[in-house]
């Protein structure tokens, strides 16, 4: 099949695990199919970004629009605060994807089991795919303090200049 030999892309949140959300943009279907068909996956943030727990950025949902209302009750029922993002030039309309589905952003406050909620959303039928991207960036750079940092799964922080190639 398709692959590629790298993705690089930012992330709406990131934890020292390199547990991502993504999908604030709305293109979170496109930008998971694209960065699970790529044999590394850099992420380039800012300090901002990284968090000690997921959560504090909405997690995006993309949701085919007929099951809203069902999709919608199980998220509450999750412990969730859903709400159906707008369009940007039309706060009365929803906001499309190029799929013509909806965004949903749901607010969970914190994520402390990232890898168990993304389970319970796969079980919600209506829930075309998740902003969670769990396992699949292999280094982060954050730049923290102005300075560059790398991080990698279950490694310390390093300076970006020791690196010589991709991280």
Known sequence: GLRFDLAVDGADELDGQLRLIKGGGGALLREKTLETASDYLLIIADSSK???TLGHFPLPLEVVPFTLP???D???KLGGTPVVRVADNDPTANYYTDQRN????CYFRQITDPE?????????PGIVEHGLFLGMAKAAIVVQG?????LKP???ARPANEFTALP
């Open 102 to 105: 909806y965004i949903v952003n």
């Open 70 to 72: 069902w999709v919608l």
């Open 50 to 52: 990284l968090v000690p």
């Open 146 to 150: 102005g300075a560059p940092q790398v």
């Open 74 to 76: 199980t998220l509450a």
């Open 116 to 124: 168990h909620l993304a389970g319970q959303l796969e079980k919600i």
């Open 154 to 156: 279950g490694e310390a």
